[in-house]
Nanobody, 114 residues
Framework: QVQLVESGGGLVQAGGSLTLSCVAS????????MDWYRQAPGKQRELVAT???????TYADAVKGRFTISRDYAKNTVYLQMNSLKPEDTAVYYC????????WGQGTQITVSS
């Protein structure tokens, strides 16, 4: 079992920056992949960024060059640094971990005002 707790959401003006954090507890050493997803109102949940245990990262086209995912093993934490935020980035952001099973955080709201 893995527990994920996100933090760092909030309201920001377009062009601003935010950093999300996701702390993993429980069977965290079994985590192979960690991701950030987001879900905007009326839309499906979409993958934003992924980081593997080998520190390989991938990004959705919509956030490439603006968002950075990183992982601190000592703190059992994965981060999502978001720069140059746009109103279309407004969504609930979810942390996800895969160990062979899927685990989700509770989500944190990001609202970007124009």
């Amino acid at each position: 079992q893995v527990q994920l707790v996100e933090s760092g959401g909030g309201l920001v003006q377009a062009g601003g920056s935010l950093t999300l954090s996701c702390v993993a507890s429980g069977s965290r050493f079994s985590i192979n992949v960690m991701d950030w997803y987001r879900q905007a109102p009326g839309k499906q949940r979409e993958l934003v960024a992924t980081i593997t245990s080998g520190i390989r990262t991938t990004y959705a086209d919509a956030v490439k060059g603006r968002f950075t995912i990183s992982r601190d093993y000592a703190k059992n934490t994965v981060y999502l640094q978001m720069n140059s935020l746009k109103p279309e980035d407004t969504a609930v952001y979810y942390c996800h971990a895969f160990t062979g099973s899927n685990y989700w955080g509770q989500g944190t709201q990001i609202t970007v005002s124009s």
